[in-house]
């Protein structure tokens, strides 16, 4: 097993010890903060009609089907509904299990209901990311409680944004928790591990790759959104990365139509998600598909 591979699995499962320690009361983390819930819809015309997608596959909470990391992490969902509870079951099972297990190690919450958009209201949004969001709501974010501890992700009380949000959720606060924790210098032991250190500063730099091949992909397919997008990019490239990294984690593990999309319109970032080759690229990080 790989050193990002072992980061994948293990890098919750001492986090409770130590995130205390690693907390310093950051700011609530990224949002779902514009229409784009996939590459398809990131990369859309201006006028285009975005696309919610509705990741994983119809289940309820009650299923005997679902695996054992799904059923986990819906005992860490808090939904006033069935309805919502379900949707969250359906969610989770799009979420490979390797970008699951950090989270579910650390004891992480996922809460959804009415007060999750005032609660996200306050979420810290870069220059760029504000353009891109408009006026919209933020329906979804990720945060660190007051004092630190555990991340949790909060959804509006609504099936479709449980569905088309929750996946990128995960990625999220996979890069900008977890791996941002385990590369920061000042770092206590058991995360100051070197070769931890060496995985997540070599899922870092994929990362990056990831966003300059669909930038390129972008530009070569003369897209209207390659403006909006670069400027983000030049704005603030570490946000801009984390959030091609939650979009293309979505368009592959969210549906097989998705995956399509991915494959075929956007080549050159499909090829660096997909390098099997290389143990730092995402799909070698979080595995196949579900």
């Not at 500063?201 to 990831?210: K, N, S, T, V």
Request: hydrophobic share 45%.
């Amino acid at each position: 097993m790989g050193a990002i591979t072992k980061f994948s699995i293990l890098a919750g499962s001492v986090a409770l010890a130590a995130l205390a320690v690693l907390a310093c009361k950051p700011p609530y983390g990224s949002p779902d903060s514009s229409s784009a819930k996939s590459l398809d819809n990131l990369a859309k015309d201006d006028n285009a009609t975005a696309v919610d997608n509705r990741c994983g596959r119809d289940v309820t909470a009650a299923s005997t089907a679902l695996s054992a990391p799904v059923r986990q992490a819906l005992a860490l969902v808090d939904a006033p509904t069935v309805a919502l509870k379900d949707a969250a079951a359906s969610a989770l099972t799009a979420v490979p299990e390797r970008l699951m297990a950090p989270f579910l190690n650390a004891g992480g919450k996922i809460r959804i209901g009415d007060g999750a958009e005032s609660e996200c209201a306050g979420s810290s949004l870069a220059a760029a990311e504000k353009d891109l969001a408009g006026n919209q709501p933020i329906r979804a974010c990720w945060r660190q409680p007051e004092g630190g501890g555990a991340p949790e992700l909060l959804i509006a009380g609504d099936e479709t944004v449980v569905r088309h949000s929750l996946l990128r959720l995960f990625a999220y606060v996979y890069a900008e928790f977890f791996v941002t924790k385990i590369a920061d210098p000042n770092a206590p032991a058991p995360f100051n591990n070197a070769e931890w250190r060496a995985a997540a500063q070599g899922f870092q730099e994929r990362r990056g790759a990831l966003a300059a091949a669909l930038l390129a992909d972008l530009s070569q397919a003369g897209a209207q959104a390659y403006t909006r997008l670069k400027t983000f990019h030049d704005r603030d490239a570490t946000r801009f990365a984390n959030f091609v990294l939650a979009e293309a984690v979505d368009s592959y593990y969210c549906t097989p139509k998705a995956r399509a999309i991915f494959e075929n319109r956007f080549r050159g970032a499909w090829k660096l998600f997909t390098d099997s080759t290389t143990p730092h690229a995402p799909l070698s990080v979080f595995g196949v598909a579900n």
